[in-house]
Every structure is written in structure tokens, then in C-alpha cells.
């Protein structure tokens, strides 16, 4: 301190300046560094994506067959496992019936009555004009006769009431005879349809059960757990299988923001693992529209907190060798995206 304090204020103001300018040339010099790889290689990091399906039944009942070990490779629409289907196809019996109970009760609605019951409906009219014809006559009979002293008040009102029964049945007889060969009506017959489509509906869930009773593989995949054994009773959505869906193969990476505008999708990478030292090819297919914090998965070597966004990378032609969770290095080209271009 005392050497300082011995010079004069115009030596002070020359060595800061020369302190400044030489921290100035070297953050120049860095910058330099840093900014002169942006026209090579776009060297992330990340990770081939864990993509499993849990495989379950919909409906519950008793594993008669677990078709796959863990480690086997199935392919799309492969029969893993097996239910016992018999309650399903004594279900699916019982719906069929209850369609048919249904088809036939519309059935008969559309049809109306039988020729037979026409014919018993005229000849009801028939026997109904007649007794009404013969009440007739008696009514006036006994009407006549009250003048006379022959017939009593009494047997003429009783006359009347049967003459007016009888045209009542008349009435009735002939109601019937149209309602017969009108048929049903239009209500009736909606509600055998509605009762039908509800038999069908019915009969539809209980296939559906029963089809139900087959876990079938949604993709080519590896089997990496077998949860249960025959015998065993399952509840419905009960984890049966746990499969590892083998294609596409994605690769998870994230890229810093001063980089984001080298890459857009369908950019062509190169894809390579610690394990091998195959190249493989791949394009970029999805890029994040949110930044998010460097997560701790990213397999940098200076990890770090700037805001990245995330990538999903397809790989052309994968192998086994490329495994799931693994970590890898992805080299995008040196030319920027075309998008990038124009937008600069």
C-alpha cells in the first residue's frame, strides 16, 4: 500500500486503466473461444426415452395362461394372457336370448293381430248387432203392451236397459274390430324398438366382456415383467405385464438457448452411446416451446443452471445396443436449420 501511496494520482489512473484493458482483453478472448464453435458441430446430451405400457384386463376373473417370460419379444397383436371366459360367454348366452325375446316382441307389434282374431273380432260384432236387433224388439214390444194392461212399467224399463246394453256392446264390438285391423299403435311400437336396442346394447357389452378375457399386445416390445401367474384371480386395470415398447426410439436432449436457433425439427443428428461406437442417424421431431431449468439428468460435463429446452429425437435405425435409459451424445450439423436461417 505504501508503494501505491508514493505515486501520483495520473500513475493511479494509468494502472486501472491498464487493469481494465487487460480484464477486457481477456473476456475478448473468451468470448472468442466460446463464440468461435458456433459454425462446427452442435455437440447435446441426453438419453434414449423409457417407454413402457402396463398391460391389465378390463374385466376381472381367473388367469388360465400367461403366455410370455420376461425377455420375450412379442410382436404387435400377440395373445399374452388368457381369462377364463366361461361367466362371459354364459353372459354373452343370456344377451342373446334377451335380443331375441325383444326381436320377436317387435315382431309381433309390427304385424299386428292375426287374420284369426280379425275374424273372431267381426263375428263379436255380429253376435253383438244381433242380441241388440233382438233387445230392440222386445223394448217395443213391451212398450206396446203397457197400454193394454199386458206389460208392466217395470218389464219395459227393464227392456229398455237390455236394448240399451246391447247397443253399448254394438259400440264396443265395433271398437274393437277397427283397433284390430289398425294394429298396434305407433307408441307401442317405439317401445318394442327402444326395448330391443337396449337388448342389443346389452348383448354389444357382454362381446365386449368376452373379448375382453384376451390381453393382447398393443406393439412390438420386450417383456421386462411377468406380474402374475395362471391361477391367479385379477382385478380389472390389475397390472398383468409390464412391456417395453421396443419402436420408435426416442432420445431425450435438451439444447441452451444461445443454440436454439441452429436447430428446428427435422434437423439430421448423429446418435452415438458410450457402449458402441455405431453412428446412428436420426432427426430432431419435436422442440419444447417452454424453457425449463437444466434438469440433473442431462449428462453434461458441467452441469449447470441456464434455461434450456427440451428435444425428442427420433432415431432412424436403432438396435439393440441402444437400450432404454441409456445416456448418449448427439451431434447436430453444423449448418443451421433453414428455419433458423430465414428467421435471422
Same mark, same amino acid.
Given at each position: 500500500? /505504501?508503494?501505491?501511496?508514493?505515486?501520483?494520482?495520473?500513475? /493511479?489512473?494509468?494502472?486501472?486503466?491498464?487493469?481494465?484493458?487487460?480484464?477486457?482483453?481477456?473476456?475478448?478472448?473468451?468470448?472468442?473461444q466460446?463464440?468461435g464453435?458456433?459454425? $462446427?458441430?452442435?455437440r447435446?446430451?441426453?438419453?434414449?426415452? @423409457?417407454?413402457?405400457?402396463?398391460?391389465?384386463f378390463?374385466q376381472?376373473?381367473?388367469?388360465?395362461?400367461?403366455?410370455?417370460? %420376461? $425377455?420375450?419379444?412379442?410382436?404387435?397383436g400377440?395373445?399374452?394372457?388368457t381369462?377364463?371366459?366361461?361367466?362371459?360367454? %354364459?353372459?354373452?348366452?343370456? +344377451?342373446d336370448a334377451?335380443?331375441?325375446?325383444?326381436?320377436?316382441?317387435?315382431? /309381433?307389434?309390427?304385424?299386428?293381430?292375426?287374420?284369426?282374431?280379425?275374424?273372431q273380432?267381426?263375428?263379436?260384432?255380429?253376435?253383438?248387432?244381433?242380441?241388440?236387433?233382438e233387445?230392440?224388439?222386445?223394448?217395443?214390444?213391451q212398450s !206396446?203392451l203397457?197400454a #193394454?194392461g199386458? #206389460?208392466?212399467r217395470?218389464?219395459?224399463?227393464a227392456?229398455?236397459?237390455?236394448?240399451?246394453?246391447?247397443?253399448? $256392446?254394438? /259400440?264396443?264390438?265395433?271398437?274393437?274390430?277397427?283397433?284390430?285391423?289398425?294394429?298396434?299403435?305407433? %307408441?307401442d @311400437?317405439?317401445?318394442?324398438?327402444?326395448?330391443?336396442?337396449?337388448?342389443?346394447?346389452?348383448?354389444?357389452?357382454?362381446?365386449?366382456?368376452?373379448?375382453?378375457?384376451?390381453?393382447?399386445?398393443?406393439?412390438?416390445?420386450?417383456? @421386462? +415383467?411377468?406380474?402374475?401367474e395362471?391361477?391367479?384371480?385379477?382385478a380389472?386395470?390389475?397390472?398383468?405385464?409390464?412391456?417395453s415398447?421396443?419402436?420408435?426410439?426416442?432420445?431425450?436432449?435438451?439444447?441452451?438457448?444461445?443454440?436454439l436457433?441452429?436447430?428446428?425439427? $427435422?434437423?439430421?443428428?448423429?446418435?452415438k452411446s458410450?457402449?458402441?461406437?455405431?453412428?446412428?442417424q436420426?432427426?430432431?421431431?419435436?422442440v419444447?416451446?417452454?424453457?425449463?431449468?437444466?434438469?440433473k439428468?442431462v !449428462?453434461t460435463?458441467?452441469?449447470?443452471?441456464?434455461?434450456?429446452?427440451?428435444?425428442? @429425437?427420433?432415431?432412424?435405425?436403432?438396435d439393440?445396443?441402444?437400450?432404454? =435409459?441409456?445416456?448418449?451424445?448427439? !451431434?447436430?450439423?453444423?449448418e443451421?436449420?433453414? =428455419?433458423?436461417?430465414?428467421?435471422?
Open positions: 500500500m /505504501k508503494r501505491f501511496g508514493n505515486l501520483s494520482s495520473a500513475a /493511479k489512473r494509468t494502472l486501472v486503466l491498464g487493469a481494465i484493458a487487460v480484464v477486457a482483453a481477456a473476456a475478448g478472448w473468451f468470448w472468442m466460446r463464440s464453435n458456433d459454425d $462446427g458441430p452442435l447435446l446430451y441426453g438419453n434414449v426415452d @423409457i417407454r413402457e405400457v402396463q398391460l391389465a378390463r376381472p376373473g381367473r388367469v388360465v395362461r400367461m403366455a410370455f417370460d %420376461e $425377455g420375450d419379444t412379442v410382436t404387435a400377440a395373445r399374452m394372457a381369462l377364463d371366459a366361461q361367466p362371459f360367454e %354364459e353372459a354373452l348366452a343370456a +344377451a334377451s335380443v331375441q325375446l325383444a326381436q320377436a316382441e317387435l315382431n /309381433k307389434l309390427r304385424r299386428g293381430l292375426r287374420p284369426q282374431e280379425i275374424i273380432a267381426q263375428q263379436a260384432l255380429a253376435q253383438a248387432k244381433a242380441i241388440a236387433t233387445a230392440e224388439r222386445n223394448f217395443r214390444r !206396446e203397457v #193394454s199386458a #206389460s208392466s217395470r218389464t219395459v224399463d227392456a229398455r236397459a237390455a236394448r240399451d246394453q246391447a247397443v253399448a $256392446g254394438v /259400440k264396443a264390438a265395433q271398437a274393437a274390430l277397427s283397433q284390430a285391423r289398425e294394429g298396434y299403435r305407433r %307408441e @311400437i317405439a317401445a318394442g324398438e327402444a326395448r330391443l336396442a337396449a337388448a342389443q346394447a346389452a348383448r354389444a357389452q357382454a362381446a365386449t366382456a368376452l373379448a375382453d378375457t384376451e390381453l393382447l399386445a398393443p406393439s412390438t416390445g420386450t417383456v @421386462i +415383467a411377468r406380474v402374475r395362471p391361477g391367479s384371480m385379477v380389472s386395470q390389475s397390472t398383468v405385464y409390464s412391456l415398447l421396443d419402436a420408435p426410439v426416442y432420445v431425450r436432449a435438451y439444447v441452451a438457448e444461445p443454440d436457433g441452429r436447430i428446428a425439427p $427435422g434437423t439430421r443428428v448423429l446418435v458410450d457402449s458402441s461406437d455405431r453412428l446412428y436420426g432427426q430432431i421431431g419435436f419444447s416451446p417452454r424453457a425449463e431449468f437444466t434438469p439428468t !449428462e460435463t458441467d452441469l449447470r443452471t441456464d434455461l434450456v429446452y427440451r428435444l425428442r @429425437i427420433v432415431v432412424d435405425d436403432p439393440t445396443s441402444l437400450r432404454q =435409459g441409456m445416456p448418449v451424445t448427439i !451431434e447436430v450439423d453444423a443451421p436449420a433453414a =428455419g433458423a436461417r430465414a428467421r435471422s
